[in-house]
């Protein structure tokens, strides 16, 4: 029995506005699949939308955090928030941007004891306190910050990231969203060469 995406009913790719399909096909080209996240989302097309361009803004900008450290907040957040769609795809494009296989495994159990730099360290404490209890961030977090080397714009980027995820790993959870059965080997073994 293969069980459904989500608990909702997906559309077709044939059946989506071009400009939605047309994004699911590029995605599908350089993945090799479609992440079920485009499907579920895709039910409500202004949503899809504005989701992913709030993702692009956020993923794609320049700033003082790389790639993989992105990833590693919204692995080390979507743990903590119980998000198995969201730790299982993230975790896979984290364990490719780093080429570290064990690197997502440890930071969705506890990122301190993952094999990170002590400035990780404190950009994922400081994700953690927003994730888990926002209210109580203050100065004295945002120098914690400072004293690693991160600047205003990258903790706003942190306090981002971890927020979109948030709305995220719920949605996701509350939909029962599966991730792809790719993504479970992704950055685990080599890429097959591509003929």
């Known amino acids: 029995m293969i069980a459904p995406i989500c608990r909702y009913p997906v559309p077709e790719l044939n059946e989506l506005p071009e400009d939605m399909r047309q994004r699911m096909l590029e995605v599908q080209e350089k993945a090799g699949f479609v992440p079920n996240v485009f499907l579920a989302l895709a039910r409500r097309p202004d949503e899809f939308r504005a989701f992913l361009a709030y993702h692009d803004a956020l993923l794609l900008r320049e700033s003082g955090l790389s790639k993989g450290e992105k990833e590693m907040i919204i692995v080390a957040t979507s743990g ?92 996701a959870n509350v939909i029962s969203l599966r991730p792809n059965d790719e993504f479970y080997l992704m950055g685990r073994l080599p890429r097959a060469a591509k003929s």
Not at 85 to 105: F, N, S
Not at 133 to 142: E, F, H, I, Q, Y
Request: glycine share 4%; net charge negative.
């Open 80 to 171: 903590a928030n119980q998000c198995l769609y969201c730790v299982v795809a993230h975790g896979a494009i984290l364990r490719v941007y780093e080429k570290a296989p064990m690197l997502a495994d440890q930071l969705a159990t506890n990122y301190l004891k993952a094999d990170i730099t002590p400035r990780q360290r404190a950009m994922l404490a400081f994700a953690l306190k927003v994730c888990q209890d926002s209210a109580k961030v203050g100065d004295a977090d945002l120098a914690a910050l400072a004293e690693h080397g991160f600047s205003d714009e990258d903790a706003w980027d942190i306090t981002a990231i971890t927020a979109l995820f948030g709305l995220s790993n719920r949605l």
